[in-house]
């Protein structure tokens, strides 16, 4: 396997407020596991990680260098975000060889207008934006495009049909990916958008009045 070198820093797991100096040094707290592999509990470089992270990137195969010692193969398989800032707060690297498949959730892509909205007035919706892959690290593909050019009003499109290659599927087959509802569904929901958006309306307006008046009886004051 071709491997990128991600440096790291090994570090005792202890209190909140520890891995708040790091994070605030520009390092993610983070821990090495998996089949074989006593978890690590580590630190790396918020930038480094960052490139790693680029769009396509998301599975990129790594070397994890822990305090100048090769030899640790990993792939970031989970993190969590800051729920305020949004930047990543803890990883999670599994540790990986080239001939066991490891389970992946990578983006789907959806080109094209298809031709039963261009051409049929049908509702297009993409229900799922992810799917999950079981792969061997070589194999994992950073995203699973489909081409919906040729897709007729009234289909409701299934994860099973997807055509993969070297991968197989792990979320469930009938995932719905995306719909293209008909032309009268189509109608009858934007039908009952507007009628939602028109109850809503004159139970705004009271509301505001009343919100009004206080204003109103103070400038008479």
Not at 71 to 96: M, R, T
Not at 97 to 115: F, M
Not at 179 to 207: F, G, N
Request: without cysteine; proline residues 5%; glycine residues 6%.
């Amino acid at each position: 396997m071709q491997l990128t070198t991600l440096k790291a820093t090994s570090r005792v797991s202890g209190s909140s407020r520890a891995t708040g100096r790091l994070r605030k040094e520009g390092q993610i707290p983070a821990v090495y596991y998996g089949k074989g592999q006593e978890a690590v509990s580590i630190s790396v470089n918020a930038q480094d990680v960052a490139k790693v992270l680029a769009p396509g990137k998301r599975y990129t195969l790594l070397d994890l260098e822990i305090d100048g010692k090769a030899g640790n193969p990993a792939v970031i398989y989970n993190y969590q975000k800051d729920s305020i800032s949004f930047a990543i707060d803890h990883i999670d690297f599994l540790k990986i060889d080239e001939a066991t498949p490891i389970t992946v959730r990578v983006p789907v892509v959806l080109k094209g207008l298809p031709v039963g909205v261009k051409n049929e007035g049908g509702l297009f919706s993409q229900i799922s934006r992810y799917i999950k892959l079981s792969a061997t690290p070589e194999k994992i593909p950073a995203n699973v495009t489909l081409d919906i050019s040729d897709f007729h009003a009234g289909v409701t499109f299934y994860a099973k049909a997807l055509k993969l290659e070297g991968v197989k599927l792990a979320s469930p087959e009938r995932t719905v990916i995306f719909t293209i509802s008909t032309k009268a569904k189509a109608a009858k929901i934007e039908a009952a958008e507007e009628a939602l958006v028109a109850s809503v309306a004159p139970a705004a307006a009271p509301a505001a009045d009343a919100a009004a008046a206080p204003a109103a009886d103070a400038d008479k004051k």
